[in-house]
């Protein structure tokens, strides 16, 4: 279910987003399901190949799309169970996640691309940066709820008292940073760039065309559909009914999307040099959880 929910988000997430921002600017700008029209567009053009490149380039979108896909499957809803759980389900989730983006980024270096080259290598750094605050945010749920299993942990956190709520705020918080420096979005790249000194994702699908960046660009709104998930898991209540729980958790997704056209309207992109220390800092937000949790538990006396 939490997979079928995250491609039904993928549709109207990044129109959301693109119609915020254009509001934001004062303009009319495109309708929501223009993001898809142009998917829709590339999936019915070829892709061209450069003769520089290997099976690897050819390989890499359909690969990157498949690991999002399977990292779907782990993806819980409140009161269902996902299609695979198991202890430490969130490992996987974010290896696979992981996988999908170091077969991309192996793609563009494929290429021989010294502007690709810069680009994977930009986006290797952030989320290899970002990956200790996801993995210190879940060590500090497991520790707080006993349990190690995606749906386990959002089963049993409950917002009861003031050390739960500013957890799940944290918790909030840091998904969607996460998610913005996943989908290379503010502060730390911007989509609309064109100079490619400066871009991170952008410069890394240069090569890419037809129906290889059609599925480039729908594993992006997918992904932003997982992250948009695992918020909406924080923040439903266990106990209600199953279409409050779906109405619910579209107004979720929505609002997580329009924050991030609200954002990128009013938001500067950080200068290269800064992305690092900015990224770092989230896995220092994320301790600050961890010793609350541990300060609760009393693991810290004695």
């Excluded at 004062?26 to 003769?51: A, F």
């Excluded at 923040?235 to 997580?256: C, G, K, R, S």
Aim: charged share 10%; proline share 4%.
């Amino acid at each position: 279910m939490g997979l079928l929910l995250a491609i039904i988000t993928a549709l109207f997430f990044p129109g959301v987003i693109l119609r915020m921002k254009s509001i934001a600017s004062g303009r009319k700008g495109p309708g929501i399901l223009q993001p898809w029209k142009n998917i829709w567009v590339l999936l019915r053009k070829s892709s061209v190949i450069s003769t520089t490149t290997s099976y690897i380039f050819r390989l890499a979108p359909s690969f990157y799309l498949s690991t999002i896909l399977c990292a779907g499957l782990l993806l819980p809803f409140p009161g269902m169970s996902p299609v695979f759980s198991f202890e430490g389900d969130f490992v996987l989730f974010a290896y696979l996640l992981a996988l999908g983006k170091f077969l991309f980024i192996v793609g563009a270096l494929d290429t021989g691309s010294s502007f690709e080259g810069m680009g994977a290598n930009r986006e290797a750094l952030y989320s290899m940066l970002a990956e200790p605050a996801f993995f210190i945010l879940f060590g500090t749920l497991a520790l707080l709820t006993g349990h190690t299993s995606m749906a386990e942990i959002f089963d049993s956190f409950r917002f009861a008292g003031n050390h739960t709520f500013i957890i799940g705020f944290i918790s909030v918080y840091l998904l969607i940073q996460i998610a913005m420096i996943e989908n290379s979005r503010m502060p730390v790249d911007d989509p609309k760039t064109h100079l490619e000194l400066t871009m991170v994702h952008e410069v890394m699908i240069l090569d890419h065309s037809g129906f290889d960046l059609a599925l480039i660009h729908i594993g992006t709104a997918l992904k932003f559909g997982l992250y948009g998930g695992l918020i909406a898991n924080f923040l439903l209540p266990v106990n209600w009914t199953f279409p409050a729980h779906v109405t619910f958790y579209f107004f979720i997704q929505i609002l997580f999307a329009l924050l991030i056209g609200f954002m990128e309207s009013f938001r500067a992109r950080k200068k290269l040099a800064k992305n690092p220390q900015f990224i770092v800092t989230l896995s220092s937000i994320a301790l600050i959880a961890f010793i609350l949790v541990l300060l609760i538990t009393f693991k810290m006396i004695g």
